[in-house]
């Protein structure tokens, strides 16, 4: 298993920025993808975006042209750059890391609430 712990959760206004970190255990070497998912009260849990080890990246329809995913191989951490923010975006934000032999490590996640 390879902890996870994300970071950056806090409150912002509808039209502001935020980074999430997810520091991953395990050297970037190891890993095959790391992704972000996020989930809202009532509402089930929804993949944001993902890199691979290639750095190809995915994103969902709702934050295409507003969120980049990134990451620091020396840090052993992805970063989720989220602009232009929307009420709908308020969640908690969870980091998973799937390793090369397709186990998968969650963090604990981390809120993010989008209110003026």
């Known amino acids: 298993q390879v902890q996870v712990v994300e970071s950056g959760g806090t409150l912002v206004q509808p039209g502001g920025s935020l980074r999430l970190s997810c520091a991953a255990s395990a050297s970037i070497l190891s890993i095959y993808a790391m992704d972000w998912y996020r989930q809202a009260p009532g509402k089930q849990r929804e993949l944001v975006a993902r890199?691979?080890?290639?750095?190809?990246?995915n994103y969902a329809d709702s934050v295409k042209g507003r969120f980049t995913i990134s990451r620091d191989n020396s840090k052993n951490t992805v970063y989720l750059q989220m602009n232009s923010l929307k009420p709908e975006d308020a969640a908690v934000y969870y980091c998973?890391?799937?390793?090369?032999?397709?186990?998968?490590?969650w963090g604990q996640g981390t809120q993010v609430t989008v209110s003026s």
């Open positions: 998973r890391v799937t390793e090369w032999n397709g186990r998968d490590s």
């Open positions: 890199i691979t080890a290639a750095g190809s990246t």
